[in-house]
């Protein structure tokens, strides 16, 4: 099989080179050198940077944007960028993943399981991810796995259903840490997507051939702190200055917002929503802490933008709306993945427990309503998981997915709150505590229904 010959292959570090590797080379060749790795033994041990501490409080720090790396600019000014093909399909209604995607997301879920579970508690008190996690994410590719291979990625074609299968499984590992790791493919998936040729050859090389600063920190921030926010409605505003445009406004719940070198930033442009490539060295933008219920581990920040100026050719994509609302779609695609995994986490902690609990001189489980309360979590588990499958396949194919992607937000917002809710519940007293994970999973499961943005497939 070539996927097998890929990891004899040779390319940089031991990864397949670009000529030989399939899709998944890269992330299974990953995963041989983060298995012999000591980063496993690290992981979760070590304590967080004083300044990660300072995030658990809302004014914990107040900075103006690191500057970070310098992307020089290069391409061809105005030439529309190189696009992934959408996924062939033989017209059989069948959501199995492939042989490809299965080694996938094998690989995914060991990381999720060895990495991300035991870091899980700590990253949430701290509000941080920690680095050692972030960095064996990068040792299996995860940050470019949207990116088409002819610009240096894996994505051979549209990769949405690999996209959901890798946020369910690190989301299965801990969702807060999930969106840590996921926040700088977003962007780079983004600027596959929609950037121009100048855009993906200025940006996109920082994903694909980091340096020994690893991956940029980057996020998508698309919501704001408004009551009865509606994201295709931006309240920040780009007003254009000659050939530049002045952005103002305020981004709430950004990921790894102190980290970040590279900003997606949602604004109104002539009464249009529209997506701004905005760097971190920018004059103008300022970083507050802004730590929330759940997804504490992604360190959620408050993104200021105060005259901020941006040449025209920053704008990522269509100005006529359709390009951030296709991003918002796909954002929502990529909370509802993160809801299958947390909510798969859920029901695999809770089965084992009700059928070892003792009350009464048997196990919980032998109550009806406990049975039946744990099968409908399954029942509602399987069904999120089938209709927000079916929305990533049409996606991946190129075609219209926009009722599909509504009722996954729909059912996986909703039934993910009430598997979460059942867990607690089904613990009882121990649902309460932080001693059992599952109190943990049930605030990161509210984030579905109200985070816009951050992740995207």
Same mark, same amino acid.
């Given at each position: 099989?070539?996927?097998?010959?890929?990891?004899?292959?040779?390319?940089?570090?031991?990864?397949?080179?670009?000529?030989?590797?399939?899709?998944?080379?890269?992330?299974?060749?990953?995963? !041989?050198?983060?298995?012999?790795?000591?980063? $496993?033994?690290?992981?979760?041990?070590?304590?967080?940077?004083?300044?990660?501490?300072?995030?658990?409080? !809302?004014?914990?720090?107040?900075?103006?944007?690191?500057?970070?790396?310098?992307? &020089?600019?290069?391409?061809?000014?105005?030439?529309?960028?190189?696009?992934?093909?959408?996924?062939?399909? #033989?017209?059989?209604? #069948?959501?199995?993943?492939? =042989?490809?995607?299965?080694?996938?997301?094998?690989?995914?879920?060991?990381?999720? #399981?060895?990495?991300?579970?035991?870091?899980?508690?700590?990253?949430?008190?701290?509000?941080?991810?920690?680095?050692?996690?972030?960095?064996? !994410?990068?040792?299996?590719?995860?940050?470019?796995?949207?990116?088409? #291979?002819?610009?240096?990625?894996?994505?051979?074609?549209?990769?949405?259903?690999?996209?959901?299968?890798?946020?369910?499984?690190?989301?299965?590992?801990?969702?807060?840490?999930?969106?840590?790791?996921?926040?700088?493919?977003?962007?780079?998936?983004?600027?596959?997507?929609?950037?121009?040729?100048?855009?993906?050859?200025?940006?996109?090389?920082?994903?694909?051939?980091?340096?020994?600063?690893?991956?940029?920190?980057?996020?998508?921030?698309?919501?704001?702190?408004?009551?009865?926010?509606?994201?295709?409605?931006?309240?920040?505003?780009?007003?254009?200055?000659?050939?530049?445009?002045?952005?103002?406004?305020? &981004?709430?719940?950004?990921?790894?917002?102190?980290?970040? =070198?590279?900003?997606?930033?949602?604004?109104?442009?002539?009464? &249009?929503?529209?997506?701004?490539?905005?760097?971190?060295?920018?004059?103008?933008?300022?970083?507050?802490?802004?730590?929330?219920?759940?997804?504490?581990?992604?360190?959620?920040?408050?993104?200021?933008?105060?005259?901020?100026?941006?040449?025209?050719?920053?704008?990522?994509?269509?100005?006529?709306?359709?390009?951030?609302?296709?991003?918002?779609?796909?954002?929502?695609?990529?909370?509802?993945?993160?809801?299958?995994?947390?909510?798969?986490?859920?029901?695999?902690?809770?089965?084992?427990?009700?059928?070892?609990?003792?009350?009464?001189?048997?196990?919980?489980?032998?109550?009806?309503?406990?049975?039946?309360?744990?099968?409908?979590?399954?029942?509602?588990?399987?069904?999120?998981?089938?209709?927000?499958?079916?929305?990533?396949?049409?996606?991946?194919?190129?075609?219209?997915?926009?009722?599909?992607?509504?009722?996954?937000?729909?059912?996986?917002?909703? &039934?993910?709150?009430?598997?979460?809710?059942?867990?607690?519940? $089904?613990?009882?007293?121990?649902?309460?505590?932080?001693?059992?994970?599952?109190?943990?999973?049930?605030?990161? $499961?509210?984030?579905?229904?109200?985070?816009?943005?951050?992740?995207?497939?």
């Amino acid at each position: 099989m070539s996927l097998i010959n890929n990891l004899k292959g040779g390319g940089r570090h031991g990864i397949p080179s670009a000529e030989s590797r399939d899709p998944m080379g890269y992330l299974i060749a990953g995963l !041989s050198r983060f298995a012999q790795s000591d980063l $496993l033994d690290r992981i979760g041990l070590r304590k967080q940077t004083e300044q990660a501490v300072f995030t658990t409080t !809302s004014n914990g720090f107040k900075v103006v944007a690191a500057a970070g790396r310098q992307f &020089k600019k290069t391409g061809s000014k105005g030439k529309q960028g190189k696009r992934a093909p959408g996924a062939s399909s #033989d017209g059989v209604f #069948d959501l199995t993943p492939t =042989e490809d995607e299965q080694m996938l997301v094998d690989v995914v879920s060991e990381y999720a #399981d060895e990495a991300l579970r035991p870091a899980a508690a700590e990253a949430n008190e701290a509000c941080a991810a920690p680095q050692e996690v972030l960095a064996a !994410s990068l040792e299996i590719g995860i940050p470019i796995l949207g990116v088409p #291979d002819e610009l240096g990625g894996i994505a051979e074609s549209r990769s949405a259903i690999a996209g959901t299968l890798v946020a369910e499984a690190l989301a299965h590992g801990d969702m807060g840490l999930a969106v840590a790791v996921l926040s700088p493919g977003a962007v780079a998936t983004a600027i596959g997507l929609w950037g121009t040729d100048e855009q993906q050859q200025t940006y996109l090389p920082a994903f694909t051939e980091p340096t020994d600063a690893g991956v940029p920190a980057a996020a998508l921030a698309l919501a704001e702190p408004a009551v009865l926010f509606d994201v295709l409605t931006p309240a920040t505003t780009g007003v254009r200055t000659g050939d530049e445009i002045v952005l103002n406004g305020t &981004k709430a719940l950004v990921a790894r917002g102190a980290d970040a =070198e590279l900003f997606i930033v949602g604004a109104s442009l002539e009464g &249009k929503p529209v997506l701004f490539l905005v760097e971190s060295s920018t004059p103008g933008l300022t970083i507050e802490g802004d730590p929330a219920m759940g997804v504490r581990a992604a360190g959620l920040t408050t993104l200021r933008l105060e005259d901020v100026r941006v040449p025209a050719d920053a704008i990522l994509g269509d100005t006529d709306g359709s390009t951030y609302t296709e991003c918002v779609r796909l954002s929502r695609l990529a909370w509802c993945a993160l809801a299958i995994g947390t909510a798969q986490a859920v029901l695999d902690y809770v089965t084992p427990y009700v059928k070892e609990r003792q009350a009464f001189g048997e196990p919980i489980a032998h109550r009806q309503s406990v049975a039946f309360m744990v099968a409908d979590m399954a029942i509602e588990l399987q069904a999120m998981r089938l209709i927000t499958y079916k929305a990533a396949s049409r996606v991946a194919r190129g075609k219209d997915a926009t009722r599909e992607i509504a009722l996954a937000r729909k059912i996986c917002a909703d &039934k993910g709150m009430r598997i979460g809710n059942d867990g607690v519940q $089904l613990l009882g007293g121990h649902g309460f505590v932080k001693e059992h994970p599952v109190e943990r999973w049930y605030r990161d $499961l509210r984030a579905v229904g109200v985070m816009e943005g951050t992740v995207l497939v």
